[in-house]
């Protein structure tokens, strides 16, 4: 009977084992797929039309996009993905001169345009899921560095495909480049919201030093900068707020007004000494709500 027991159990076990690993597979390497799936759809799909007139004209431009969250999922931008909008080789065959990779590290469950807090977070999750490094799975600077790596791994990897652009010296051989070459494309880091500096404005420095360029005041959220437009106090500019634009202008990084309160961009406006962007937005004339301009 001891025997047969001893037996029972270890099948049990065995059991259990090959029910928790198949439950870990799926959480690591089908669930971020389908979170992606979920979180970034892409509400219509390719074939996409266009007149000959209108491919003649998109071939002649040079288009830049100021906003795509495309670190922020588990796949390789190397390889040609069957979900979300952005990867090299869709960047190249879309006539993509130009393409800023904006670093998100916080958004609130439940979330809206309309009021926000920060209370809660959905990236921790997906950090784990996607096996992050732990560093990142609770430090948004973390989350910041993680990320940046990413694109300085995917230009390293690309075999000159795809350029990183840092400097206005940068720009410059890329545009000259491109004359040459038109099957390259080129990028740059920006951050969705100060709250990525953990309240320590020398995080600027960090991040500038890790490429990023370009940082958007505020997010889905208020922080210790400013206030949100999708925030619950939606205030201005803090002194700290004013503090991190002269900073950032001093490195000549770009200061983002997209998801600012309109009380931030008032403020911003009367103390910039440098142009201002609102990297991602609409106009209130087409659609009135709290996120357009």
Known sequence: MKL??????????????IILLLGLAIVFFILPAQLEKRYNPVL?????QASDRARELHRRLFVADLHADSLLWSRDLAERGTRGHVDLPRLIEGNVGLQAFTIVTKTPRGL????????????????IVERWPMRAWGSLKERVLYQTGK???????????????KTSADLSSYLERRQREPGISA??????????????????DLFFDNGVRMMALTHFFDNDIGGSAHGLQKGGLTEKGKEMIMRMQA????VDLAHA?????????AISTAPLVASHTGVKGTCNNTRNL
């Open 187 to 204: 990028g740059f880091l920006g951050i969705e919201g100060a709250h990525a500096l953990e309240g320590d404005l020398g995080n600027i």
């Open 44 to 48: 219509i799909q390719p074939p996409y």
């Open 112 to 127: 809206n345009i309309e009021s926000n807090s920060d209370r809660t977070d959905n990236i921790t999750l997906l950090a």
């Open 151 to 165: 694109l300085h791994d995917l230009a390293a990897r690309s075999d000159g495909r795809f350029v990183l652009i």
């Open 251 to 254: 490195r000549h990084m770009i």
């Open 4 to 17: 047969k027991s001893k037996s029972l159990w270890r099948r049990l076990l065995l059991v259990i084992a």
């Open 261 to 269: 309160s309109p009380k931030v961009i008032e403020d911003a406006l």
